[in-house]
């Protein structure tokens, strides 16, 4: 024992004597025997160390830390506070009697709903993505009950989601906080991320920071790309369907710099390829149910790290090519199609787009939280898709500046402000509108060609505030006012409003106030209506109002802005049951418009485009509520319950009533129910998902036809609905060290909309419509996708 | 008839063992590992799952503690360090005794 002390005696006067910018010590136990391997660390920083065989330590000095920590298992944790002239720390640990056994950290929740944020969150990361086939991001939401993900027509493959019973349109889609999926990107944006590339998915509901702009109304859907840090060197993903579609996908991310450099540079790749070979028809309506084609998808990221700087840099360039509508070619074999009277109806898309963004973030004062932060970003997207006679060729260039500065007042005050520049430039037209069968009236020349070229900028000062006490309440305050340049030029304020309460640990209330914007695009955001007969802008008759007038009379393609208030409530339970905790959350959205363009399809054989507040008295509104239960009720077996409830309505025209009245919105599911269960062996080398989706029935418009003999519609009042339908999914997942395999099935039911292309004889006459979807197209899927992937080498 | 004898003999031998085998006898290891962040337990997930005789894996993240059970038939608690030194992540103490008390 003697010599022990004299040894550590030693050490101590040669630490002192060597290194004064150290703080060295011994961590011993009541008994004054070393603790080898203790843990000793400055709290609030990330540099600790470990003490040797003797006990003893040496842990370099960090500026304005002054609490050393030390902690070992099975003691309690002591803290010292050190003065600049202490250098001999003897921490005495006293053993922890009630740490009898380990607790274990059970199975991390794949979908973590935010405790802590003052916006409503939701995390989807890699486990979630995994559960399904999740080929892309708008795949991803198939266990959630706050998104619905539905075709947009029946003849594009287009997806579109939903969000608080609204278009996905008012829904902010960010790629790693940077506006990502705007104007032409919105019909197929979602299917441009594809799903192994993804590292999370944060979906936030209601009204949203003001940080990225003025355009999220009912929320944000932000996705984070891999990180090449923390990313494997390689990475296979292969899947196969019973349709036969295929996708490769291959990641990799490395570090540039040797190991030892100070700068961190690292770099990622992705590619995914995709492949639909096959034109299907299993309906039988002549129309293949799914386009064929290719999609090719390329990203390269790097981050760099030094000191207090961190810079992000990355490229995507993705093309894609689909053939659909009355086909017996496909994407290998461009024969000419056969002979169908007059001639068949074909969709060919070919979308293709580059984007890039850079940011950098300086920390300036660590201490204080400063920092500055400048994103730049930017975009070109152009296509050529051709429906039947219609063309719609198209470009858009996006430039996007936001450079913003964060500081913190005390620990409870931050502030950040900054201001952003946003720039958009169309050129767009769109031929060929009429339908064969179009009946000239006396009225004016209905339009067969448009031109929608136009630019807009924005430039917006914003300012947030964050209050934080304790971790009971928090706050987030903001502000933002954007000069817009476009066919006018006006100031729009938004201001936007957070607050979380958490009075206990098991109980947390949200609640949310704010406005949102938007400049709606005609085309790209109805590009349901192209692969219709209907015509799209009508002569002007009586009851035409708004921006069909103003095209007529003046040529104008820019209908108002479209703006609304988002208000939310939600509370949160986490209850404690058997050493388990069940999750059960509750919340209210309302969504108030104060104009929007409409996209009438009530009446038969023509699209109506006005903006709201043309009308008198009319109104658009939404209101949502959604309950849910998750808990694990075993170790590795959790299950998810969850219902929502929408009211989405809107002033649309009536025909048969010859007037405009408040509607149900058009194939919005009134409910939705999805039951959710998951199972892991112990050892995570097996894996079990099951979904059961229960999508309520929804209003059909007016002009649609109820085909005959079908039992999937019933009338009730004046209207007519489709009913509800089930969608079952499930996927088995076997884990190797390096690998896994799974097998999955959709549409397990094999329920499918009955015909759903109207008048498919005739599609180039205005009664053709494949727009009128609210159900799966396809049947029943199964699927086997492969994952392999190459260890990191470091820790 | 030699054979058959040798044979019943040998199922009355081996039925004890299969019935050991119905309830096989389970080891608890209880290692400190450095962990500092998710993909630490990740990659003690990935790969010590799949050391021969692992039959459970606990890891608790905050006290930087992970338990093993395995089949002592199969492996043992040196095989089990040398597959923690192999990802880098090295045992640091065995409180497997600490445990027990």
């Known amino acids: ?795 | 008839m030699k054979k058959i004898v040798v044979l019943l003999l040998s199922v009355l031998l081996l039925l004890p063992v299969s019935v050991s085998a119905a309830k096989p006898k389970r080891e608890k290891a209880v290692f400190r590992v450095e962990i500092t962040c998710q993909g630490c337990v990740n990659k003690i997930e990935k790969n010590i799952a799949f050391e021969k005789g692992v039959k459970d894996l606990l890891i608790d993240k905050d006290k930087q503690v992970v338990t093993v059970v395995y089949d002592p038939s199969k492996t043992d608690k040196t095989a089990l360090k040398k597959a923690f030194a192999k990802i880098r992540k090295p045992v640091l103490e065995d409180l497997s005794d600490k445990q027990d008390k």
């Not at chain 1, 009508?538 to 104008?556: C, I, M, S, V, W």
Request: charge should be negative; proline fraction near 4%.
């Open chain 1, 1 to 795: 024992m003697a010599k022990r002390i004299l040894q550590i005696l030693f050490l101590f006067i040669f630490y002192v004597a060597s290194c004064y910018a150290h703080v060295v010590g011994v961590v011993v136990d009541l008994d004054g025997l070393p603790l080898i391997g203790a843990n000793v660390y400055w709290a609030g920083s990330s540099v600790g160390v470990s003490t040797d065989t003797a006990g003893v330590f040496s842990i370099e000095t960090v500026a304005g830390k002054k609490q050393l920590v030390a902690s070992y298992v099975g003691y309690k944790s002591d803290t010292v506070v050190c003065s600049s002239n202490s250098h001999k720390v003897v921490f005495v640990l006293v053993a922890d009697l009630e740490l009898g056994e380990v607790e274990v950290s059970e199975r991390r929740a794949t979908l973590i709903k935010s405790r802590t944020s003052a916006l409503n969150v939701q995390t989807l990361n890699a486990g979630e993505l995994c559960k399904a086939a999740c080929c892309n991001l708008s795949e991803s939401f198939e266990t959630s009950a706050a998104v619905d993900v539905a075709y947009s027509d029946a003849a594009t493959g287009a997806k579109q989601i939903r969000l608080l019973g609204l278009a996905g349109t008012y829904v902010q889609l960010l790629t790693e906080n940077t506006p990502g999926i705007r104007g032409l990107a919105q019909s197929f944006g979602m299917e441009y991320v594809p799903g192994p590339w993804m590292e999370a998915i944060q979906v936030s509901k209601g009204t949203a920071s003001v940080i990225n702009g003025y355009e999220s109304t009912t929320g944000q859907i932000n996705i984070e790309y891999l990180k090449p840090k923390l990313q494997d060197p390689l990475t296979i993903n292969l899947m196969l369907n019973s349709e036969l579609h295929s996708e490769l996908n291959l990641t990799g991310g490395w570090r540039v710099t040797p190991e030892d450099d100070e700068t961190d540079v690292t770099t990622g790749l992705m590619v995914h390829a995709g492949l639909m070979p096959m034109n299907m028809d299993m309906n039988g309506d002549s129309f293949v149910d799914m386009p064929s084609g290719y999609k090719v998808n390329l990203l390269n990221r790097w981050d760099i790290f030094k000191d207090d700087y961190t810079g992000r840099i990355l490229l995507r360039g993705i093309y894609d090519r689909r053939l659909g509508g009355q086909r017996t070619d496909n994407i290998f074999a461009q024969t000419t199609p056969s002979a169908l009277s007059p001639a068949p109806y074909l969709i060919d898309l070919d979308p293709r787009r580059v984007e890039g963004f850079m940011k950098n973030g300086y920390v300036i004062d660590e201490e204080k939280e400063m920092s500055i932060g400048i994103i730049t970003a930017g975009s070109y997207h152009w296509q050529d898709n051709s429906y039947g006679h219609r063309r719609w060729k198209a470009a858009q260039a996006n430039a996007y500046l936001n450079a913003m500065f964060q500081t913190s007042f005390s620990e409870s005050h931050k502030l950040t402000s900054g201001l952003s520049l946003n720039h958009d430039t169309y050129i767009e037209t769109l031929e060929g509108i009429l339908p064969d069968d179009v009946v000239m009236t006396a009225l004016g020349q209905p339009i067969d060609r448009l031109d929608l070229s136009r630019r807009q900028t924005d430039i917006g000062v914003f300012a947030e505030y964050s209050y934080k006490l304790d971790e009971k309440l928090s706050l987030l305050a903001g502000m933002r006012a954007d000069l817009i340049i476009r066919d006018k030029v006006r100031v729009i304020p938004t201001p936007r409003f957070n607050l979380r309460y958490s009075p206990w640990e098991w109980w947390t209330i949200r609640a949310s106030v704010g406005m949102g914007y938007r400049s709606p695009n005609v085309l790209a955001d109805n590009a349901q209506y192209l692969p219709t007969g209907r015509l799209l802008f009508p002569a002007t008759t009586t009851e035409d109002y708004g921006f069909n007038r103003a095209l007529q009379t003046k040529g104008l393609m820019t209908p108002n802005m479209e703006s609304a208030l988002n208000a939310g409530l939600s509370t949160m339970f986490y209850i404690p049951i058997a050493e388990r905790e069940l999750q059960l959350s509750a919340e209210y959205y309302y969504t108030h418009f104060f104009d929007c363009l409409v996209a009438d399809a009530e009446t038969a054989g023509m699209v109506r485009f006005y903006n709201l507040s043309d009308i008198d008295g009319a109104r658009a509104f939404s209101h949502t509520a959604q309950i849910e239960a998750t808990m694990e009720i075993l170790r590795g077996w959790t299950m998810t319950l969850a219902y929502r409830h929408t009211d989405s309505r809107q002033t649309l025209y009536s025909p048969s009533q010859n007037a405009y009245m408040l509607r149900q919105r058009p194939l919005q599911n009134r409910f939705k129910a999805i039951i959710s269960t998951s199972y892991q062996t112990p050892l995570k080398k097996w894996q079990f998902d099951f979904t059961a989706q229960f999508n309520g029935y929804g209003r059909m418009p007016e002009s649609f036809v109820v085909p005959t003999a079908s039992d999937q519609y019933f009338v009730r009042g004046a209207e007519t609905y489709h009913r509800w339908y089930p969608q079952l999914l499930g996927q088995i997942t076997k884990y190797w060290r390096t690998c896994s395999l799974y097998v999955g099935a959709e549409n397990m039911t094999n329920f499918r909309q009955a015909s759903p292309i109207v008048a498919t004889t005739t599609p180039f006459n205005s009664a053709f419509d494949a727009s009128a979807v609210w159900g799966p197209i396809n049947g029943w899927k199964v699927y086997v996708g492969f994952r392999w992937n190459l260890e990191r080498d470091d820790d």
